[in-house]
């Protein structure tokens, strides 16, 4: 399933000290308090993140960098509880090459030897607490977006070689071949039949920090795609994405209940399925009501999803929860309830077996 993944946070250690307030002497001719409030404000809020220079100078990092794969880089963010984000496969790999430090002034990020896969986006942002709850100051954030060049690596690496992107009607959709060099020609191509696709900067945009997007995707994009770039030397081939076109209604899960046999003999196998229609990406958690029960009535539960083409290019995820008693007594007599949850809602399905 495609999509960034959710970036991970690291536990950091919060500072012992606070920040004490600069008061900066003001001639006395100024009666715009509130306007250069605002605009000190404005500041803080741009001048939270900086990068640290050769010899111990700093910088305030600039919206955009770029450096070379192997370069280490330093960033600290203003503040005595500051959070990062930062690619999250450096989280999945729980990388040694990344360092973060609470000091009692500003947090540290270090990160060693970077490669082309580091490429991403690095943020900080000061956390406000009041007791165990917390909350992200907006006005004292910072953000960079790293590029660490790699000729031999002008794709940002992924750990698949193949790759699904879902085609939502009512939602951009991003095939994600992001550049390590920003100045790279990237291009996008069909593998069947074999061709470009045109980008025209309205439908189907390229942004070197995303991918591909298609702003109202529809099922004519469905199929095989890769993305193809250049710089300064022979092409570099993407891996593959398959788009897959959906369109299932929202809200609670759509579910039907089956059952092998309505009526069972003693010692029979019997099993109930509960079916689910939805969005490819979206999960579905089942749970069973069953006449056995409370009194410890041993069942199986098996829950399991695939991707089914339902014709015209439209693509559905069918999830299954299977129940089954394996030695039918009289216990086992009455209702079977599932229950099938997503995030839109709840939906409750039954069926009656008797002896």
């Avoid at 100024?30 to 640290?52: A, F, H, M, N, Y």
């Avoid at 165990?132 to 750990?159: A, M, Q």
Wanted: glycine share 6%; aromatic share 8%; net charge positive.
């Amino acid at each position: 399933v495609i999509g960034q993944p959710a970036k991970s946070k690291r536990p950091k250690e919060p500072g012992e000290n606070k920040i004490r307030p600069v008061n900066k002497k003001v001639k006395p001719k100024t009666p715009k308090t509130k306007e250069r409030d605002s605009v000190d404000s404005s500041l803080k809020s741009q001048s939270i993140l900086t990068q640290v220079m050769d010899k111990g100078h700093f910088q305030k990092a600039a919206a955009t960098l770029s450096l070379a794969a192997g370069q280490s880089i330093e960033l600290r963010c203003k503040g005595s509880n500051v959070t990062w984000n930062y690619p999250s496969y450096l989280d999945t790999f729980k990388d040694s090459r990344l360092s973060i430090k609470q000091l009692d002034r500003y947090s540290q990020l270090i990160l060693a030897n970077s490669t082309a896969a580091d490429t991403g986006e690095y943020s900080c942002w000061l956390q406000l607490c009041n007791g165990n709850k917390c909350r992200k100051d907006e006005t004292k954030t910072g953000s960079t977006y790293i590029f660490f060049t790699d000729k031999e690596e002008l794709f940002v690496p992924t750990p698949s070689y193949f790759e699904i992107v879902y085609l939502n009607p009512d939602k951009p959709a991003v095939i994600p071949c992001r550049v390590t060099t920003p100045s790279a020609k990237v291009t996008l191509h069909r593998e069947f039949p074999a061709e470009e696709i045109e980008t025209d900067g309205t439908d189907i945009i390229y942004d070197a920090k995303k991918g591909f997007v298609f702003q109202h995707p529809t099922s004519d994009h469905k199929g095989i795609v890769y993305c193809k770039a250049e710089s300064q030397g022979a092409p570099q081939i993407s891996i593959k994405y398959h788009l897959l076109y959906v369109e299932v209604p929202k809200g609670p899960p759509s579910t039907s209940i089956a059952v092998s046999s309505s009526r069972a003999g003693v010692s029979d196998r019997v099993h109930v399925v509960c079916t689910v229609l939805g969005e490819p990406d979206v999960d579905v958690n089942f749970s069973w009501q069953y006449p056995g029960q409370e009194s410890g009535r041993p069942v199986i539960i098996q829950n399991f999803w695939r991707l089914i083409n339902r014709g015209i290019g439209h693509t559905t995820r069918i999830s299954k929860s299977v129940l089954l008693v394996e030695d039918f007594e009289d216990v086992d007599v009455g209702n079977y309830v599932c229950l099938a949850q997503n995030l839109q809602g709840e939906t409750t399905v039954a069926t009656k077996v008797e002896l």
